[in-house]
């Protein structure tokens, strides 16, 4: 049993913000074994028509993995063939893992922005009380545990 849980890969999706921020991630927690593939869904509805998607390792800051503009892969920041995103539409964003390993185990961010550039690192969201919009031209994220 030990091995078993040692060789687990989790993926948790944890919402940003417990409001509707226009932006969600499914699904909310995945756990599953090496080898295996999974995709984790994003989708936004505020308009905007760039999305990212960010992974975040232990107490290391986020690092942008894939950025997307009017459908179009504007940056790619993995070496690993095994990260595939796929962005049917402005408002849809997945990404697909293939052949999970242990060390995939990372917290998944996915944002949105109305930016022209896509940020190294994802910019705060400052929300007003009741507002489900973040300060123009910051992403919205949305959070997902692998």
Request: glycine content about 8%.
């Amino acid at each position: 049993m030990g091995c078993r849980l040692l060789c687990s890969v989790a993926l948790c999706l944890l919402g940003a913000v417990p409001m509707d921020t226009g932006i969600a991630q499914t699904p909310k927690h995945l756990v599953t074994g090496p080898g295996r593939r999974v995709t984790l869904n994003c989708e936004q509805h505020l308009g905007h028509d760039e999305v990212y998607w960010y992974q975040q390792s232990g107490q290391k800051p986020p690092k942008l993995k894939f950025a997307y503009r009017y459908k179009e892969l504007i940056e790619n920041e993995t070496a690993s063939g095994r990260f595939s995103p796929e962005c049917p539409d402005s408002s849809r964003l997945y990404l697909h893992v293939d052949a999970l390993e242990p060390n995939d185990s990372a917290l998944y961010l996915c944002a949105s922005s109305r930016d022209t550039a896509p940020h190294s690192q994802p910019l705060p969201v400052h929300k007003h009380p009741g507002s489900s919009r973040g300060a123009l031209g910051q992403p919205k994220l949305a959070q997902h545990l692998l």
